[in-house]
C-alpha cells in the first residue's frame, strides 16, 4: 500500500520554521533576558513565533526527523501545546532559551534541508 502524501507540503514547513526564527531574531535583537521579561509585546511576539515553530514541525510530522535528524521532536511539539493550551503557566525562561537557542539551531537545519528539497525539485522522499 503507498504511503500517503503529506497533509502539508514540507517546503512550506520550513519556510515557516525559517521565517519564524528571522522574526524572533528580529524581535530580540539588542534586547537582554531582563528586558525581554519586562516587555510584554516583544514577549508575546516572540511567543507566537515560537509557536508557529512548533506548529511547522507538527505538520512536517515523521519527515522532520528525516529532514533533520537530531532534534528533540516531541518536546517541541509539546512546547507548541504548552503555547497553545497552557499559555497561563508559561515559563519566560523556556521561551526565552527556546528563541536564543533551541529555534537558530532548527533554522539552520531548516536552511539545509530547504537547500535539499529545492535542490530535488521539493520532493521530500
Do not use: K
Request: include cysteine.
Amino acid at each position: 500500500m503507498p504511503s500517503r502524501p503529506p497533509r502539508h507540503d514540507p517546503v512550506n514547513s520550513l519556510a515557516d520554521i525559517i521565517d519564524n526564527a528571522e522574526r524572533i531574531e528580529a524581535y530580540l535583537a539588542g534586547v537582554d533576558r531582563a528586558a525581554f521579561e519586562a516587555d510584554g509585546r516583544t514577549r508575546d511576539a516572540v511567543e507566537r513565533c515560537v509557536e508557529r515553530v512548533c506548529e511547522a514541525v507538527f505538520r512536517l510530522g515523521d519527515q522532520a526527523e528525516a529532514l533533520m535528524p537530531g532534534h528533540p521532536w516531541g518536546d517541541i511539539r509539546g512546547t507548541g501545546n504548552r503555547l497553545r493550551h497552557a499559555y497561563d503557566r508559561v515559563d519566560p525562561d523556556v521561551v526565552w532559551a527556546a528563541a536564543r537557542h533551541e529555534v537558530p539551531a532548527l533554522a539552520a537545519d531548516a536552511r539545509r534541508a530547504l537547500e535539499r528539497l529545492e535542490g530535488d525539485g521539493g520532493d521530500a522522499g
